[in-house]
């Protein structure tokens, strides 16, 4: 059985930082793209991918509105996947969900694989 489990989300103030994990089991974690997708409270899940790693060379896309704040990383040894949150917002509030596809891409529509969610919430 297929399972993602997202952690690490908490409250903080403008700038701090936090670092959210995606735990991964049931399937083959190294040969698989992981993305971060985020849902801001009542809204719709964005459509976009806020980042995501590939599988080979871990080749790693970021939205524009986190470029060089955000950064995504992988440790197929643990079969997890880290978002360190740098510089946050209060409009980076919201639940964070991680995603798993063999193929991946920026989309949410391009998983099938889904965590539960993780709620980050940036006080101003």
């Known amino acids: 059985e297929v399972q993602l489990e997202e952690s690490g989300g908490g409250l903080v103030q403008t700038g701090e930082s936090l670092t959210l994990s995606c735990a991964a089991s049931g399937f083959d974690f190294r040969d698989y793209a992981i993305g971060w997708f985020r849902q801001v409270p009542g809204k719709k899940r964005e459509s976009g991918a806020v980042?995501?790693?590939?599988?080979?060379?871990?080749?790693?896309y970021y939205a524009a509105s986190v470029e060089g704040r955000f950064t995504i990383s992988r440790d197929n040894a643990k079969n997890t996947v880290f978002l360190q949150m740098n510089g946050l917002k209060p409009e980076d509030t919201a639940v964070y969900y991680c995603a798993a596809d063999r193929w991946g891409g920026s989309k949410a529509s391009q998983y099938n694989y889904w965590g539960q969610g993780t709620q980050v919430t940036v006080s101003s």
């Open positions: 980042s995501v790693i590939g599988s080979s060379k871990g080749s790693e």
